[in-house]
């Protein structure tokens, strides 16, 4: 149980378009996703909080109308890189929690994504 | 806020030696402390978890206990495998996951 994916695994998208990355709970209802970035070799840097039904809470430093966040449903949240850069390409992974206590998250397979 | 201090490493390893990967945390409060690990090629994965002080986590061999006094959450195991190489990742929850910088393991046969 407590399954995450995430969709699509990787994308290629040109300088200046929009991509859209989805996240979903396969087995559970998720009212709170997150979503982090992870760089090459780094740790991964939470971006922001998503909570079903309401606005996205960002991180400090974390560009709120480029990484438009929606979560429109208990299982799916989506992220969307808006007019991307080379400098946003990275490894984007989603998680969600159970609700169920303990605060235990469970993460996504992640994103590659790379803006030529 | 909430932080994460951990060992960056990355640490090599003979088979069956012992494994220690320290961390330490930073909080205002007392928050749950996790230790994911992430395989080559694969998401992250949850390997244990403490949600109070003194609490014990353990899974497939590695412990890591929850010590309020030092602020830490050391990551062992008694004997390590091939098959335990990967990238170890100590966090705490404070809406959401702060996470260590991470620690890649390698074990040679």
């Known amino acids: 149980g407590a399954v995450v994916s995430q969709h699509p695994s990787r994308v290629i998208c040109k300088s200046g378009t929009s991509v859209k990355i989805e996240c979903r709970s396969l087995?559970?209802?998720?009212?709170?996703m997150f979503w982090y970035r992870q760089f090459p070799k780094k740790s991964l840097m939470l971006m922001a909080t998503?909570?079903?039904?309401?606005?996205?809470?960002?991180e400090q430093g974390v560009e709120k109308d480029k990484f438009l966040i929606n979560h429109a449903s208990l299982t799916l949240s989506t992220l969307t890189v808006t007019s991307a850069h080379p400098e946003d390409s990275s490894f984007y992974i989603c998680?969600?929690?159970?609700?169920?206590?303990?605060?235990?998250?469970?993460f996504g397979p992640g994103t590659r994504l790379t803006v030529t | 806020g909430d932080s994460v201090t951990q060992m960056e490493g990355p640490v090599t390893l003979s088979e069956e030696a012992f494994l220690t990967i320290n961390c330490t945390y930073t909080?205002?409060?007392?928050?749950?402390l996790f230790w994911y690990v992430q395989y080559p090629g694969e998401g992250l994965q949850l390997l244990l978890k403490?949600?109070?002080?003194?609490d014990k986590g353990s899974n497939k061999g590695f412990e890591a206990t929850y010590r309020k006094e030092t602020t830490s959450f050391h990551l062992e195991k008694g004997s390590v495998q091939v098959s335990d190489s990967a990238v170890y990742f100590c966090?705490?929850?404070?809406?959401?996951?702060?996470f260590g910088a991470g620690t890649r393991l390698t074990v040679k046969p």
């Open positions: 966090a705490l929850s404070d809406l959401g996951m702060r």
């Open positions: 909080a205002t409060g007392y928050p749950s």
């Open positions: 998503s909570n079903e039904g309401s606005k996205a809470t960002y």
């Open positions: 998680s969600a929690e159970t609700g169920t206590g303990g605060y235990e998250q469970y």
């Open positions: 087995d559970f209802q998720a009212t709170t």
């Open positions: 403490a949600t109070k002080a003194d």
